[in-house]
């Protein structure tokens, strides 16, 4: 693998990486700083509880006391929080992967470079997995160091998991961004499709725990192979994220041969 591309990409988005990042870590820290305040009005926050409605708490990943440290978590960080911006990082790196270059007029340039348009690709996705993986370790860190002083009781090894099934469910959504502007050279496009996939797969997977037609259809969903809730009580699905890795693979390969066979526009 050619690390020149790799690392062009990665100083041609620093923008977006940098402002993702500091959105998720300031995000965070604001949560753990308002745990203790939720901790001391226990009673008051039950009684809140208890007053959502079942769809808003499937919704919103609400499993727990909020004044639990894990439910907290679920609730304020893990239920939407996170997938949000690791979605968006993903998505959005994905997507302008190729079809950037190629709606700018850059993308001869690129090609006019001793490599492949498959190792093109191939850098390109990997440019993506670093730009997230930097947003996911500066995430872990936050929350394992904030967790701690904060004293939400939940062992670090569970907030690992959890990190880690976060972002790997997005994996494959950006996969698929990076495919649909491989097969296109439309950004919007791409975004617009694996967006609207991503929020399909969410509600799918919410909503099945309180409609029962939808339960045999949440396998479809991505999220429900995650299971960040499981992971953050300690019960990782290494099964279910092994698959989400293995089928983000797919998807790159299937962007690779797309690009690979397409006419460029000039």
Do not use: C
Not at 222 to 239: I, K, Q, R, S, Y
């Amino acid at each position: 693998m050619t690390t020149e591309l790799m690392t062009k990409s990665l100083r041609d988005n620093r923008s977006g990486i940098i402002g993702w990042g500091v959105a998720l870590v300031a995000s965070v820290l604001l949560q753990l700083a308002v745990y203790p305040a939720v901790r001391d009005a226990a009673g008051e926050f039950e009684k809140l509880l208890d007053s959502y409605p079942e769809a808003f708490k499937a919704l919103f990943n609400v499993q727990q006391s909020l004044a639990s440290g894990v439910g907290y978590l679920q609730g304020e960080v893990f239920g939407f929080l996170a997938p949000l911006v690791l979605l968006g990082i993903t998505i959005g790196q994905a997507a302008r992967a190729t079809a950037a270059e190629e709606q700018e007029h850059t993308m001869d340039l690129l090609l006019a470079n001793p490599l492949s348009r498959t190792r093109l690709v191939l850098d390109k996705a990997a440019a993506v997995l670093a730009a997230v993986a930097i947003v996911t370790a500066a995430f872990a860190v936050v929350l394992v160091v904030g967790s701690g002083v904060a004293g939400l009781g939940v062992p670090w090894q569970d907030l690992l998991a959890a990190v880690l099934a976060s972002a790997v469910v997005a994996l494959p959504f950006g996969a698929t961004a990076l495919l649909i502007g491989a097969l296109t050279g439309r950004r919007g496009l791409a975004i617009g499709v694996a967006v609207g996939l991503a929020l399909f797969a969410y509600l799918l997977d919410a909503l099945s725990a309180l409609a029962e037609g939808l339960r045999p259809w949440r396998v479809l969903s991505p999220f429900h192979h995650a299971g960040v809730n499981e992971a953050l009580t300690g019960d990782p699905n290494w099964l279910g994220l092994a698959g989400l890795v293995v089928l983000t693979g797919l998807l790159v390969v299937g962007a690779a041969a797309a690009f690979e066979r397409r006419e460029i526009r000039s």
